[in-house]
Every structure is written in C-alpha cells, then in structure tokens.
C-alpha cells in the first residue's frame, strides 16, 4: 500500500479554504480517514507520526501493538498512556520540590541576589532553556505548531501559573519591575502580530525581537546593581559602627566554632559512620509521610520509590534547610561520577568518540581523581567548603531529568491528540502547551509554597519571553539565511492570530488588575488570570470544533461557490 506524500489529491477548494480543517496525508492525524487495517502500516510509514517519538513511541503502541481493531484493549491502552502520564506528573513534581527548588534557593543565596532576578535569569533560563533549544535546533519545524506552541505555553504560563503562584502566596509587587516585565511581553507580542501578519517574517524583524529580550535582560541586571548600591551606600551612611560590632561578634562566633571543630576532628576520624550516613540518605521513602499517612498515601510512596532512588543516586541535594546542607559524603562523591554519565547516556552521546576515545571513557578519567580528591579532603560529619560546588551539578541534573520527562508528557499528549482528532493549531496551544509547560508549573508552584513567591512570578514572565524572543527569533532568523531575498514564510495556522489576541488580552488584564490594587498581588489578581486563560480556552475549542469563528479566519461565503 502507498501514501500520498503531499496535499496534491485534495481539491482546490480544500486546500485553499481559510477554515476547513482536514489533515494533510503527510500529517498523522490523517490515519483517521484510512480503514483501520491499514492504519498501523500508515503510522510506520509516516514520518510525521514518529515525530512525538522521544524515548517510547505512544502512536506505534496504540496503532500497532494494540491495534485499533480490537476497541476495548485500544481504550485501555489509552487509559494506561493516561495513567503514565500522571505518572511522568509525579515525577516532576518530586524533582522540583525536593530537588530543584532547593538548589535554586542556594544559588540566589550564594550569588546574593535578589527572588526577582533569580526567577527572571537562573529559573527563567532553567525552566526555558529545553523548548528554547528544541525550537533552535529545528529551523525546519512546523511554523503553524510552533506558533501555537510558543504562544500557547505562554498564555498558560503567565494566566494559570502566574494566577496559581498568587493564590498560593499573596506579595506585593515593586510598581516598576513587573510593568517593565509586562510592557517588554507586550511590545513582543504586538511586534509578532504586526511583521508576522502576511505570514512573511525578515531577519530583521527576528534581530529585533531578540534584541528586546537582550534590553529586557540588561535593564532587569542594572535595576538589580543600582538597588544593591543604593542599600550599601544607606548602610554605610546610617549603621556603620552597628555594622562593625556585629562583624565582630561573627568572627568571634566563627573562631570559637572553629576550634570546636579542630577538637572534634581529632576525637572523630574523618570517615565516621560513611556506609550509615549514605543508606540513611538513600531512603526512597520519607519517614514522616510513610508514619502519618494511611494506605493511600503509603502505596502512592511505594510507587514513586524508585525514581526517587534513581534521583538521589544521581543528584546532589544542597539544602540549606536540611542538616549539614544535606551533605553525604560517599553519596556526593558518587554523583560527580553518577550525573555526567546519566547526562551523556540519556543525550545519546555517551558512545561518541572524542579523540578516538568515548565520551563515557572521558567522564571515567575526569571523574576518578576528583572523587580521590573530595575523599580524602572532606568529613562524614560535616559538609566541606566546596559543597556550594555541587549546586551546579544538581542545576544540570535536575534540568536534565525534567527536560526528559517533560519531553515523554509532551509525546503522550501529543498521541492524545491523534487519537482525540485534534487539530495542530489546538494541539500546539493546549496539550503541546501544556505538556511543555509542566516542569515550569511544578517548579513554580513547588517554589511559590516554599516561600519563594516572587522568584516564581518572576520566572512565569522571564522563561516564555526567552523563549518567544529567542526561540521564535532565532529560530526565524535560520529559516531566513536560507533563502535569497531573507524573508522566511511564516504559517500561524488557524488559530495564530487567536493566540495573539488573548495573550495580549491576558496580559493587559494582568497589569490593569494590578493597577486597581495598586500592584498588590492577591489572590483575586490570581483568580483574574486563570479566569482570562479558560476564556481563552473555551474561545479555541468552540472554534475548533466550527461552534464560532476563530480570530483571523474568513466566514464569508466562498464568491465562487467553493
């Protein structure tokens, strides 16, 4: 059996509609117009149906191994993909909030800057930083699910996180940083709209969208030294002498701990209790959820027991709410061997060769002398002043682990929305959206119930502009070198200019709540957000199931009777 390849078989009147939206042959939602035996060799034929594929192919599974014939184990093998999906949900969730949250908090304490900045750069650029380079990495991708993606991660991002992190923690916000984060969204949003209009989009138009994420940055960083200069100056002018005094009573502090540690350093040996320490560290199960909770909650341990082991024999935590920082000696010199051979294996570069030796060869050699190293210069009973070191190595991992994750729920929903029948626009700016989004949701939330409210807001403006200034821009920017004349054709699909106009929508109704609270940040500003998103919602799914007429589409009679 042959496919056809290109849209060539539809008629004129198909291809050329503004509203109608059939799937194209080279499109995997197009099985659904196949009879069902011949589905299974369309999705192995299909290129299209294999680009969901990350690790498991949920499309190959349902079609093929299943097979759509026999109904009832096709359903239950889409309640199972469900089911995993939830899963994948809990895995994040346990590495923002144990994992993640805490090496962020230490990197802004260590780095002494303030939540804002910390959300707008680290989070933003940790939680961003995946899609950003997905969208870089393929210039040659669907411009139509590209701009519903991008815009729709947005939208939920600002309306449903933003809004969640306000109901969680209330703060107030300072009147200039988040109407400059506001005004540089906007401005972004309104240029898109306006060069990307007659679906054509130049280089120039992308330089000057990344430029205004590089100006957005530059200000946030100077802010950020002028406040700092500001309170040093107020310091020095009004406490200076109380300033000194408790300089003083600290090195006094620090001396007498000190010699407290000398003692104890030559009445305990410096490898007390190693084997201990580590399986008290490795316990997959809290004690005090495992003593408190009943079976419900003890068989929801049981089942997120092994990823939790396989994090914490591959991450370092670095918690300064936790005792020693949560150093564990032979744990933390396992991991710098552990999490670069976990980066390379799930990269697939682990068996490249660099220099006529593998790469997995490389991170042996580099490895071993410093384990050697951390060995015979640290304590079992007390953290070494190099632990603020290994909150680099937890950054990556935890990046790494929610990168892939994230990229399995993005292949689960996306094979939802084969089977669902939904469109690409929809699919890009809700479950692609979504999917795309979840490690920002639970590392935003998981950071927002932690106390860190204003680092979350922060990051729910900071991540989706890089990606939308830096991932649309760049990624446009590669589309246009390759042709002449440097203009890329840009495709918004049927939905484009309505994910424009409500994430326009969902930010001036943002800023406008704000004004009226006069920038306080409630609960009900929160509740506005979330409100502003489900309208958004609601607006896309009633126009793609034909209910009403999307933004940007033309529902006039056809003149010629097509």
């Not at 407290?260 to 490898?271: F, H, K, V």
């Not at 821009?473 to 203009?487: I, Y």
């Amino acid at each position: 059996m042959t496919f056809p390849q290109n849209g060539s078989l539809f008629p004129r009147t198909v291809r050329h509609a503004t509203y109608v939206n059939f799937p194209r042959p080279d499109d995997c939602s197009y099985l659904h117009r196949l009879p069902i035996d011949e589905q299974c060799e369309f999705v192995q034929m299909t290129e299209a149906c294999s680009e969901s594929e990350f690790y498991f192919n949920y499309v190959g599974f349902l079609y093929c191994t299943i097979d759509s014939d026999r109904a009832y184990l096709f359903y239950l093998g889409f309640v199972l993909l469900l089911c995993v999906c939830v899963y994948y949900f809990v895995v994040l969730g346990t590495t923002a909030d144990k994992f993640f949250c805490p090496t962020l908090a230490a990197i802004a304490k260590s780095l002494n800057i303030s939540e804002a900045l910390a959300g707008v750069t680290i989070l933003a650029f940790g939680n961003g930083s995946p899609d950003l380079f997905t969208a870089v990495a393929n210039p040659d991708a669907d411009t139509e699910l590209m701009f519903s993606e991008l815009l729709g991660s947005a939208a939920f991002v600002i309306g449903v996180i933003g809004g969640t992190v306000l109901l969680i923690q209330p703060f107030d916000f300072p009147a200039w940083g988040v109407s400059r984060d506001l005004a540089f969204f906007i401005a972004a949003i309104v240029w898109i709209t306006l060069k990307a209009a007659d679906e054509r989009f130049s280089v120039y138009d992308s330089a000057t969208l990344i430029g205004m994420y590089l100006l957005f940055l530059f200000l946030v960083i100077w802010e950020f030294i002028r406040d700092k200069q500001q309170e040093s100056r107020a310091n020095s002018a009004s406490g200076g002498s109380a300033e000194l005094a408790a300089n003083q009573r600290n090195r006094q502090i620090q001396a007498v701990n000190a010699g407290r540690s000398d003692q104890q350093e030559t009445a305990i040996p410096a490898n007390e209790g190693l084997i201990n320490d580590c399986c008290n560290h490795l316990n997959p199960l809290d004690p005090q959820d495992w003593n408190d909770g009943g079976w419900a909650r003890r068989t929801f341990c049981l089942l997120k027991a092994p990823f939790v082991l396989l994090l914490l024999l591959t991450i370092p935590i670095v918690d300064a709410e936790v005792d020693r920082d949560g150093w564990c000696k032979l744990l933390n010199i396992c991991h710098c061997f552990t999490l670069p051979l976990l980066i390379v294996l799930v990269n697939g570069v682990a068996f490249i060769r660099m220099a006529k030796v593998y790469v997995f060869i490389w991170i042996i050699a580099i490895a071993l002398p410093v384990m050697i190293v951390i060995f015979y210069t640290s304590r079992t009973d007390r953290c070494p002043k190099y632990h603020k070191l290994f909150t680099l190595l937890s950054f990556l991992g935890c990046i790494q682990v929610i990168y892939v994750v994230a990229q399995e729920v993005v292949s689960v929903l996306e094979t939802v929305g084969i089977v669902l029948k939904l469109s690409k626009s929809v699919l890009g700016l809700s479950l692609l959206a979504w999917g795309n989004s979840v490690g920002d949701l639970f590392s935003n939330v998981a950071l927002a119930r932690q106390g860190y409210g204003k680092m979350a807001f922060a990051a729910c403006f900071g991540g989706p502009l890089l990606n939308l200034c830096f991932g649309l821009g760049l990624t446009l920017m590669t589309k246009s070198f390759g042709v002449q004349d440097l203009v890329a054709e840009v495709r918004k699909g049927v939905m484009g200019e309505n994910c424009e106009l409500y994430l326009f929508q969902i930010l001036t109704t943002t800023w406008l709540c704000l004004l009226f609270t006069n920038f306080q940040g409630r609960r009900s500003v929160g509740l506005a957000m979330i409100v502003t998103y489900l309208m958004f919602l609601a607006f896309s799914f009633l126009g793609e199931f034909e209910l009403i007429h999307p933004y940007g589409t033309d529902h006039h009679p056809d003149p010629n009777g097509g």
